[in-house]
């Protein structure tokens, strides 16, 4: 059989992969701190004999773009979005530090303070826990203050501070959980280093920085490709059959 079967089917296996990527972006345009992820794949040339116009396609890992996305006004004081470069630092179930840009944060029953999905957030020295609180304000250098029980408006105390990290974009990948780390080969001994000049916004949201109409746009682009792909697999078991065919005539 003609080896282009294999080259169609390569090429159609990448570009359903890509078309996962672009679908998962497209879903997560409405999600807090989403980054979207690019689709990435290369021509390889094919081993043995063959013909040298002939090249399978192959995916490479996928990047991220980790371009800041727009801030929303919520008015809530647990919602915080970091202003410029910076992430805020959770732990993962794993127990591992991990960095998100998604704000929505919450206080548990246990005075636990939590991400939306329900990974505490990291201060100082450990989760942030708070007491008993009549009001709560996160200034932008990361300080959580609160006033106490029965205590007057203006008597803020100081309880912890937001871990504010920045670790350099090119060290870090996204992982299948969503969120930010270091990439194997970029981590460093200990946890992550605190950022002083890392700033956060209360009462706003950073959006997703999903393009819905690029994704749709190129979703579409990538189920013409799938078509064409398709049919070159299509063509080439036509080639086969036809072959054999005359095989069994001459013979």
Do not use: C
């Not at 059959?241 to 005359?246: N, S, V």
């Amino acid at each position: 059989m003609d080896k282009s079967i294999f080259i169609g089917m390569s090429g159609a296996k990448q570009t359903m992969l890509a078309q996962q990527a672009h679908a998962n972006n497209l879903a997560n345009v409405n999600t807090t701190g989403f980054k979207r992820d690019f689709a990435q794949a290369r021509s390889m040339p094919v081993y043995g004999e063959h013909f040298p116009t002939r090249a399978y396609a192959m995916t490479e890992r996928p990047g991220t773009d980790l371009s800041a996305g727009a801030l929303m006004e919520t008015g809530r004081g647990l919602d915080v979005a970091i202003g410029g470069e910076g992430w805020l630092t959770v732990q993962a179930e794993t127990g591992e530090e991990v960095f998100t840009r998604s704000g929505s944060l919450s206080v548990d029953v246990n005075g636990l303070m939590r991400t939306a999905t329900g990974e505490p957030v990291l201060g100082n020295g450990g989760p942030v826990a708070l007491p008993p609180y009549d009001g709560l304000v996160i200034g932008q250098d990361g300080t959580v203050s609160i006033v106490p029980v029965g205590g007057p408006p203006d008597q803020l105390v100081q309880v912890d501070r937001l871990k504010l990290v920045n670790p350099p974009q090119d060290a870090l990948m996204k992982g299948t959980d969503g969120f930010i780390r270091r990439k194997p080969d970029q981590a460093i001994d200990g946890a992550e280093p605190l950022d002083v000049n890392v700033r956060v916004e209360s009462g706003f949201l950073e959006a997703s920085n999903v393009n819905a109409v690029e994704e749709m746009i190129s979703n579409l682009e990538l189920a013409r490709q799938y078509e064409m792909q398709v049919k070159v697999m299509q063509t080439a078991k036509s080639n086969s059959d036809a072959t054999a065919r005359l095989l069994q005539n001459l013979g």
